[in-house]
């Protein structure tokens, strides 16, 4: 199955922003948005934005998210070193009928 | 607490056959659509399968269609992937998930190698 398009990785400093971009096509991103998934080193993911557009209880505030078209983004503000983690995004593909995966961000926080 | 705790991971020959496990408890099982993802190592996430909330409908990734197949038992509370013709590409974390993500089991390892 196709993947969903993330950039292999992103830094920024400290208490600042940063924006993950995931591109898809209009069967899955597109169709009806993404999850996206934070995962440290030797943990499973955590959702970290429902793809229904809404944080899930427990999730920070600096965490938000928005789609234009084929493209989901996630933004964190304030960054803090607890931050850091790969992110991925993941859409249900209704042509394929399966859930696509992003290849992941790592994001480092300097 | 909302658990998903996962079993039957090991390490198998090439060839060989595996059964994972998924006991969930502190939610309505039967509610909820569930999804196997894996992850290998050094990788990204992979999703697997997804069977719906009553296990009419499954979906299986084209990597594994044919050589597993994603059941539940909702009397038990339980989700399985039951696994053959395992091949070396196989080796991976295996994650058991509501189909929305909202929560994941622990996770556990499958090892294919002679």
């Known amino acids: 199955q196709a993947g969903l398009t993330q950039p292999p990785s992103v830094s920024k400093d400290l208490r600042q922003t940063a924006t993950l971009t995931c591109t898809g096509n209009?069967?899955?991103?597109?169709?009806?948005?993404a999850a996206w998934l934070q995962q440290h080193q030797g943990h499973p993911p955590k959702l970290v934005f429902h793809?229904?557009?809404y944080r899930p209880s427990g999730i920070s505030e600096r965490f938000s998210a928005s789609r234009s078209e084929n493209t989901a983004s996630l933004t964190i503000t304030g960054l803090q070193p607890e931050d850091e983690a790969d992110y991925y995004c993941s859409a249900w593909d209704s042509s394929l009928n399966a859930w696509v995966f992003g290849g992941g961000t790592k994001l480092t926080v300097l | 607490e909302v658990q998903l705790l996962q079993s039957g991971g090991n390490l198998v020959q090439p060839g060989g056959s595996l059964r994972l496990s998924c006991v969930a408890s502190?939610?309505?099982?039967?509610?909820?659509?569930m999804t196997w993802v894996r992850q290998a190592p050094g990788k990204g996430l992979e999703w697997v399968s997804t069977i719906s909330a009553s296990g009419h409908r499954t979906y299986h990734a084209d990597s594994v269609k044919g050589r597993f197949t994603i059941s539940r038992d909702n009397s038990k509370d339980t989700l399985y992937l039951q696994m053959m013709s395992l091949r070396a590409e196989d080796t991976a974390v295996y994650y058991c998930?509501?189909?929305?993500?909202?929560?994941w089991g622990q996770g556990t390892l499958v090892s294919v190698s002679s």
């Open positions: 209009s069967n899955n991103v597109g169709y009806q948005g």
């Open positions: 502190e939610f309505t099982f039967s509610d909820y659509a």
């Open positions: 793809r229904n557009n």
């Open positions: 998930a509501p189909h929305m993500y909202d929560f």
